[in-house]
T-cell receptor, first 113, second 114 residues
Framework: TQLLEQSPQFLSIQEGENLTVYCNSSSVFSSLQWYRQEPGEGPVLLVTVVTGGEVKKLKRLTFQFGDARKDSSLHITAAQPGDTGLYLCAGAEHAGNNRKLIWGLGTSLAVNP | KAGVTQTPRYLIKTRGQQVTLSCSPISGHRSVSWYQQTPGQGLQFLFEYFSETQRNKGNFPGRFSGRQFSNSRSEMNVSTLELGDSALYLC?????????????FGPGTRLTVL
């Protein structure tokens, strides 16, 4: 079973700071998705990266897919309290005709005003 | 366009009972996936339904079952509840089959087993 390791598990920072969270695996994924989940809600898709080395930006969030499509990072610039939440990565794997998402445990981010 | 809805939002049951959770996907979405989320295990995939057929299944015991109706609404059933079944159960819909496609999640059903 493929595993996705996310680090750090917990992160508490002050408003205005920058941060990076990581999502790593020993296996190759066809694509990787990042989600943010707020308390009491389901995860919301932020971005999907598909090509090795791909970089996508969403306002203050920058997502990168590793060249070998085994890892990804999420960088937040000038974090705001509204960025608080659980950040989840999910890698898509194909095994024959079977396709499924492999989920990391998430990084719980708290941005303090 | 209305989002994914799940009912009920909260549920308290006792060991040995059974429970049925409901999910209504986004209009036009034919794929519905179910997940169990716990702090220690994260998101665990239960199963995916597409056009009333189970397309993928996770590694859960047979006490966990589901079905999908012709209008794409889905139900999930857990029989003989155990304490370890306490979790947030999430439903996600997608426009096409295959769980690697963009998933739209509902708010979840928080199940507590006493």
């Amino acid at each position: 079973t493929q595993l996705l390791e996310q680090s750090p598990q917990f992160l508490s920072i002050q408003e205005g700071e920058n941060l990076t969270v990581y999502c790593n695996s020993s296996s190759v994924f066809s694509s990787l998705q990042w989600y943010r989940q707020e308390p009491g809600e389901g995860p919301v898709l932020l971005v999907t990266v598909v090509t090795g080395g791909e970089v996508k930006k969403l306002k203050r969030l920058t997502f990168q897919f590793g060249d070998a499509r085994k890892d990804s990072s999420l960088h937040i610039t000038a974090a705001q309290p509204g960025d608080t939440g659980l950040y989840l990565c999910a890698g898509a794997e194909h095994a024959g005709n079977n396709r499924k998402l492999i989920w990391g445990l998430g990084t719980s981010l708290a941005v303090n005003p | 366009k209305a989002g994914v809805t799940q009912t009920p939002r909260y549920l308290i049951k006792t060991r040995g009972q059974q429970v049925t959770l409901s999910c209504s996907p986004i209009s036009g979405h034919r794929s519905v996936s179910w997940y169990q989320q716990t702090p220690g295990q994260g998101l665990q995939f239960l199963f995916e339904y597409f056009s009333e057929t189970q397309r993928n299944k996770g590694n859960f015991p047979g006490r966990f079952s589901g079905r999908q109706f012709s209008n794409s609404r889905s139900e999930m059933n857990v029989s003989t509840l155990e304490l370890g079944d306490s979790a947030l159960y999430l439903c996600a819909s997608s426009s096409i089959a295959g769980v690697n496609n963009e998933q739209f999640f509902g708010p979840g059903t928080r199940l507590t087993v006493l």
